[in-house]
Nanobody, 118 residues
Framework: QVQLVESGGGLVQPGGSLRLSCAASGTIFSIYVMGWYRQAPGKQRELVATIINSGSTNYADSVKGRFTISRDNAKNTVYLQMNSLKAEDTAVYYC????????????WGQGTQVTVSS
C-alpha cells in the first residue's frame, strides 16, 4: 500500500514563500509521476505541477515562474517550493502519485492547508 504524507503548509503573507514536502512509502518511488494538486473552497481540485522520473516538469499557467516542483528519489520525497504567494493560492494542497500505464496505481495524500493572508 502506497502512503503519501504531506507537510509544510501554513499561514503566510502575500509575497511570502512556503515549501511543501511529500514523503512516499510502500512503493518504488521512481516509477511514479509525482504531482501537486490544490483545491480551494467551492472549487474543483486542480493541477499545480507534475514531475516525472527524468525530472521533466509541467506547471499550471497560474503558478509558472513562482512555483518549483522537484523530487529526490533517494529520499522518496517530492517538494513544491512556492514563492511570491498570492491570496488566490490559498487552498488545500494534495500530493499525488500515479503510474501512467497502470490507472489503478493512483494515490493521494491527506492534504495540507496553505493560507495566504495578511
Amino acid at each position: 500500500q502506497v502512503q503519501l504524507v504531506e507537510s509544510g503548509g501554513g499561514l503566510v503573507q502575500p509575497g511570502g514563500s512556503l515549501r511543501l514536502s511529500c514523503a512516499a512509502s510502500g512503493t518504488i518511488f521512481s516509477i511514479y509521476v509525482m504531482g501537486w494538486y490544490r483545491q480551494a473552497p467551492g472549487k474543483q481540485r486542480e493541477l499545480v505541477a507534475t514531475i516525472i522520473n527524468s525530472g521533466s516538469t509541467n506547471y499550471a499557467d497560474s503558478v509558472k515562474g513562482r512555483f518549483t516542483i522537484s523530487r529526490d528519489n533517494a529520499k522518496n520525497t517530492v517538494y513544491l517550493q512556492m514563492n511570491s504567494l498570492k491570496a488566490e493560492d490559498t487552498a488545500v494542497y494534495y500530493c499525488n502519485a500515479h503510474h501512467t500505464l497502470i490507472p489503478r496505481w493512483d494515490y493521494w495524500g491527506q492534504g495540507t492547508q496553505v493560507t495566504v493572508s495578511s
